[in-house]
């Protein structure tokens, strides 16, 4: 969305804040033989404590308040009580949700325990990734530019980059314009980041796949090659110099 008055920016920090908050704590409670519709139903109780309203669940019927995606599960994970985790798995959540009519949207994966598949390298890269790519947003930076960044970030790395999945605006809904902040160039897009607008920043970086292929129950994600995939994400305000995180409370890049 366009921040056109300073009610609107309280609006975006107070959502914000909370879809932030959300998934720090989420990320704390997580232990290991707990399922994800338990982490899940935590995660529901802190937004409604906050008188927030699921994005996932309000605007697309997914069954959970967040989106909880387990080793090869790419991105729309569903919580369930078969899900358990165990130490060393990779887990991705997407917490998202409205809040007096503002919507914001943030995501990370993290190792759970002890690092006994070599996870954390694919983790490392996709956050420091998006810290680097947010760091070039301003007014007026083709959104093509950033996504070849970030393919070319991914590949120094030794990895891949998800190309069907995109970061996006956010703001008064949770998809809007622009929707097609890729992780790649795509070179005949000539949009250009403006200034004073809400957008969802989102990494998908990949070891072996670079497209995201659903699952039969119509909403998981894997990769079309297999392998693993990290993604983070941050709600930002583009200015004209350094990008307002709003979501920072988050803690991902702690």
């Not at 997580?30 to 982490?39: F, I, R």
């Not at 309203?53 to 078969?82: D, L």
Request: net charge negative; glycine share 10%.
């Amino acid at each position: 969305m366009s921040i056109t008055k300073e009610s609107e920016l309280i609006g975006m920090k107070e959502i914000s804040e909370v879809v932030g908050t959300t998934l720090k704590l989420m990320r704390e409670y997580a232990k290991v033989g707990m399922s994800t519709k338990e982490l899940d139903e935590y995660g529901g109780y802190i937004l409604k404590s906050y008188g927030a309203k699921s994005a996932p669940y309000e605007t697309y019927g997914v069954p959970g308040y967040t989106c909880i995606s387990i080793n090869e599960e790419a991105a729309h994970g569903i919580p369930s009580e078969k899900k358990v985790l165990k130490e060393g798995d990779l887990i991705n959540i997407d917490v998202s949700a409205e809040l007096n009519g503002f919507w914001s949207d943030n995501g990370g994966s993290f190792v759970l325990g002890k690092d006994v598949h070599n996870h954390q390298p694919l983790v490392d890269a996709s956050k420091n990734i998006l810290h680097k790519a947010i760091g070039q947003i301003k007014g007026g930076v083709k959104i093509a530019d950033i996504g070849y960044l970030i393919e070319t970030e991914a590949k120094k790395s030794g990895f891949k980059v998800i190309k069907n999945l995109a970061g996006h605006g956010v703001g008064r809904s949770l998809h809007e314009e622009p929707d097609n902040i890729l992780n790649y160039r795509v070179r005949t897009n000539r949009e250009r980041f403006k200034k004073n607008t809400t957008v969802a920043i989102e990494t998908f970086i990949s070891t072996n796949s670079t497209i995201a292929v659903e699952l039969n129950d119509g909403w998981t994600l894997v990769g079309n090659k297999g392998g693993y995939v990290t993604q983070h994400e941050q709600t930002i305000l583009v200015t004209d110099k350094h990008p307002v995180v709003l979501t920072e409370s988050n803690g991902i890049w702690d």
